[in-house]
């Protein structure tokens, strides 16, 4: 059930573009690289000049075929491309090729979990279209300049069904939908560099009413500003209500320097386009042979090898979900849990531990300083008793501070060695005994903590070196 702000219920969809893995343009040769100097990788296809005609790249056709595989789309048999009429200074044919009627992707789904709960966004489809160029307003005064060299860039246009309640229902939706591309390739994912970017249809209603109206917060380029976007949207259009205001559809900015959207323009509708069939492209055909061999030639998918991960591995959907958000985090867990043989484990500590480290060094996983072999060496100390787990963590942390790649060394060096010999942890537990008579008397009486008392005693008798699981069992053993 969606959780209601102020007696409001939030309703978001989302419009993403990706930006295709193709070295050139959906319709040219011209590269398709970042950085480079204004309008040198604008061909004449790109700038529309007479008696030139768009030709299909074969590999984003292949992409988005990709992409549909990935979350359960139908890929369409035959496609139309069309023309969606708009003038603007960075469009240099006073039209985009974009696809309307008929999208090359219809339908799938991507789920994610949101706080361990299973969520389902559906998907309208997802469309091939070209970007338009970019204009350029901080290094001129009074003038705006224009640079072509997006222009023609082939994008993945990826439309939700407007089934997200919450902010952060949209972003954990927007993560596992950047996960899905950067993991097959299709997109490197660099939001800093415009390769996803993200529009947020955001409106609000009362439980049960008809959808409000919507305002969409266009390019969003960080999830940070995604989620601050959405919530300060949220908030305005609950106030705007709440005083009597009618909410008109917009196109809005948000400005990360206040916190605030505004306003950009009227929020156009697809009439306003005046989409027709592009007579310059001729319809998309997709057989069903071409989809086979691009399914038989895709990496194994997240949801896959999640799934693998439960079934190998004993792992609960949710950790699985955790250890597949990276190629590199999911290579990383199955090497550990291979060499280790303990997989639970494994999983608990690359999720909890590493990830701690890496996000508080804000390095990344193939930066780690402790490597997979190193930690199935530490997690195979703690399952076959010599360790505890609090001495573990220290292990582990000399690991990460260099002061030796060996657990052996470190665990000797440190004298971090598990006390298990029965005899010497009785000698202690009697001593302990003999001088807690209060706590055996409390215990006797039904209360459990002072049970946990007598063992926090043991084991500062022992210096934290005894085995607690063993305490345990000769505590209750001499106290039955």
Not at 174 to 202: P, Y
Not at 335 to 346: H, R, S, V, Y
Not at 419 to 427: F, G, T, V
């Amino acid at each position: 059930m969606s959780k209601l702000i102020q007696g409001y219920e939030v309703v978001i969809g989302f419009e993403t573009h990706a930006q295709l893995s193709t070295k050139s343009k959906i319709f040219s040769r011209a590269s398709t690289a970042f950085g480079a100097e204004p309008n040198t990788q604008a061909c004449a296809v790109d700038l529309a000049l007479p008696g030139t005609l768009p030709v299909m790249n074969k590999g984003a056709v292949e992409r988005a075929i990709e992409f549909g595989l990935a979350v359960g789309s139908h890929i369409a048999p035959k496609s139309i491309f069309a023309r969606k009429n708009y003038f603007y200074p960075d469009l240099p044919k006073g039209y985009q090729i974009s696809q309307f009627e008929i999208p090359v992707v219809q339908g799938g789904a991507v789920e994610f979990f949101l706080e361990g709960e299973k969520k389902s966004v559906r998907l309208v489809r997802a469309h091939l279209e070209e970007d338009a160029g970019k204009s350029l307003h901080e290094d001129f005064i009074g003038q705006t300049g224009i640079d072509l060299n997006r222009a023609g860039t082939p994008l993945l246009e990826i439309v939700t069904e407007p089934d997200m309640r919450s902010s952060a229902e949209a972003v954990a939706y927007a993560k596992e939908l950047h996960k899905i591309v950067t993991w097959i390739g299709i997109c490197d994912g660099n939001m800093q560099e415009g390769s996803f970017r993200c529009d947020a249809n955001v409106s609000v209603r009362k439980p049960g009413g008809p959808l409000g109206t919507r305002r969409e917060i266009k390019n969003l380029n960080s999830f940070k500003f995604m989620l601050a976007a959405m919530d300060y949207e949220i908030r305005w259009q609950i106030e705007q209500i709440e005083d009597g205001h009618a909410i008109e559809q917009a196109t809005v900015l948000f400005n990360p320097d206040n916190g605030e959207t505004r306003a950009m323009r009227s929020k156009e509708d697809a009439a306003d386009y005046r989409y027709f069939p592009d007579p310059d492209l001729p319809p998309l055909v997709i057989a069903d042979e071409w989809v086979q061999r691009v399914r038989s030639e895709m990496t194994e998918l997240p949801r896959v090898m999640a799934a693998r991960f439960c079934t190998d591995f004993g792992l609960s959907e949710y950790d699985a979900s955790l250890l597949t958000q990276s190629k590199d985090m999911a290579a990383y867990f199955e090497a550990t849990a291979n060499a280790c043989g303990q997989p639970k484990l494994a999983a608990n500590w690359i999720t909890g531990e590493l990830s701690r480290r890496l996000n508080a060094t804000d390095i990344g996983l193939m930066q780690a300083p402790v490597d997979c072999a190193q930690l199935a060496a530490l997690i195979g100390r703690i399952a076959d008793g010599t360790i505890s787990n609090n001495a573990a963590k220290q292990v582990f942390d000399a690991l990460w501070g260099g002061e030796s790649r060996d657990v052996d060394a470190i665990i000797a060096a440190k004298g971090l060695q598990q006390m298990n010999d029965s005899s010497a942890l009785e000698k202690i537990i009697d001593a302990v005994l003999a001088t807690n008579a209060k706590s055996i008397e409390e215990f006797r009486a039904g209360k459990d903590k002072a049970f946990n008392a007598l063992v926090g005693q043991v084991m500062k008798a022992s210096k934290g070196q005894a085995n607690p699981a063993q305490v345990n069992e000769l505590l209750k053993h001499k106290l039955s």
